[in-house]
């Protein structure tokens, strides 16, 4: 897709209706989903909007091709290194999007409608905050990475009053545009979400079964869907022709019918049972 080329990065395949091998990447459209929310959420509009975006890595350029598309004013970049950041602009080249590198914190103290950590900042509890909020006017936060409590950024962002949203949110929409793409049906986002924060938390969905899985054709390794008693395997090569038949598979012994419930269809009528003969009863005595 066009996300790939003008990101450098591809996280999802699946195969077209005419046999061709397509690849996007998630991150652009989840994180257009996530924080498009968040900005509603917050009275205000991702379009014409200032940002501020901290850090040049691979999640950094998905979020800066998503805020070009999605029609923003400026990006302002903060990175460890400005020799990264300036990199990372000349690769990109943003077409309506006006992004300049800033040198320090001091630099980019000013007024943001968004402020997003696009840095590994808060995978680890000892990790330092990305950004002081308190010196900058902003409306509202998004991190990309998410933790059990949230992150201490994210925390950091709400005392300071500002509207916040984590990676996680992010995470539910990337997967619904990946069984979006799979099984070509818009799933909706309560449940998914639903399970994620309860994944979150250390709690099993009711959806999810631990011990037994759905695989999909082979294809990405090791995929898992945790719906139901019973397990489907196809292998690689009969990828394409055992997607449907997989899918409609699945419900069959799925007590809630989970994997429907989240694609949004009715699952497939139970098999019939095979007729059988009655037995002659045995001679008396």
Same mark, same amino acid.
């Given at each position: 897709?066009?996300?790939?080329?003008?990101?450098?990065?591809?996280?999802?395949?699946?195969?077209?209706?005419?046999?061709?091998?397509?690849?996007?990447? %998630?991150?652009?459209?989840?994180?257009?989903?996530?924080?498009?929310?968040?900005?509603?959420?917050?009275?205000?509009?991702?379009?014409? @909007?200032?940002?501020?975006?901290?850090? /040049?890595?691979?999640?950094?350029?998905?979020? $800066?091709?998503?805020?070009?598309?999605?029609?923003? =004013?400026?990006?302002?970049?903060?990175?460890? %290194?400005?020799?990264?950041?300036?990199?990372?602009?000349? #690769?990109?080249? $943003?077409? /309506?999007?006006?992004?300049?590198?800033?040198?320090?914190?001091?630099?980019?103290?000013?007024? &943001?409608? !968004?402020?997003?950590?696009?840095?590994?900042?808060?995978?680890? /509890?000892?990790?330092? $905050?990305?950004?002081?909020?308190?010196? $900058?006017? +902003?409306?509202?936060?998004?991190?990309?990475? &998410?933790?059990?409590?949230?992150?201490?950024? %994210?925390?950091? @962002?709400?005392? =300071?009053? !500002?509207?916040? =949203?984590?990676?996680?949110?992010?995470?539910?929409?990337?997967?619904?545009?990946?069984?979006?793409?799979?099984?070509?049906?818009?799933?909706? /986002?309560?449940?998914?979400?639903?399970? *994620?924060?309860?994944?979150?938390?250390?709690?099993?969905?009711?959806?999810?079964?631990?011990?037994?899985?759905?695989?999909?054709?082979?294809?990405?390794? #090791?995929?898992?869907? &945790?719906?139901?008693?019973?397990?489907?395997?196809?292998?690689? +090569?009969?990828?394409?022709? +055992?997607?449907?038949?997989?899918?409609?598979? +699945?419900?069959?012994?799925?007590?809630?019918?989970?994997?429907?419930? *989240?694609?949004?269809?009715?699952?497939?009528?139970?098999?019939?049972?095979?007729?059988?003969?009655?037995?002659?009863?045995?001679?008396?005595?």
């Amino acid at each position: 897709t066009l996300s790939v080329g003008r990101s450098g990065a591809c996280n999802c395949f699946w195969g077209a209706k005419d046999g061709s091998l397509v690849g996007d990447n %998630t991150d652009i459209g989840g994180f257009l989903r996530s924080v498009r929310r968040l900005m509603k959420d917050a009275g205000t509009s991702l379009e014409g @909007a200032q940002t501020l975006v901290l850090g /040049a890595g691979g999640a950094a350029r998905a979020v $800066l091709v998503g805020l070009d598309e999605a029609g923003v =004013s400026s990006a302002d970049v903060l990175n460890r %290194t400005r020799l990264g950041a300036d990199e990372m602009l000349d #690769e990109l080249r $943003l077409e /309506a999007l006006q992004a300049r590198v800033v040198r320090d914190s001091g630099e980019a103290a000013g007024r &943001y409608d !968004l402020v997003i950590n696009a840095t590994s900042l808060g995978l680890r /509890a000892s990790d330092p $905050l990305p950004l002081d909020l308190s010196r $900058l006017e +902003a409306t509202a936060a998004f991190d990309c990475v &998410y933790g059990r409590d949230g992150t201490a950024w %994210t925390r950091h @962002a709400r005392t =300071s009053g !500002l509207a916040v =949203s984590d990676g996680l949110e992010m995470l539910v929409e990337q997967a619904r545009i990946s069984v979006r793409n799979w099984l070509r049906v818009e799933p909706p /986002a309560d449940p998914m979400r639903q399970a *994620a924060l309860a994944a979150r938390i250390g709690n099993r969905h009711p959806w999810f079964r631990p011990r037994t899985s759905i695989r999909f054709h082979g294809w990405p390794p #090791e995929p898992s869907i &945790y719906c139901c008693r019973r397990r489907v395997s196809c292998a690689p +090569a009969r990828w394409r022709r +055992a997607w449907p038949r997989c899918a409609r598979f +699945a419900g069959i012994a799925c007590r809630e019918s989970c994997l429907h419930a *989240a694609i949004g269809a009715a699952p497939p009528a139970s098999r019939p049972q095979r007729a059988t003969a009655a037995r002659p009863a045995p001679p008396g005595r």
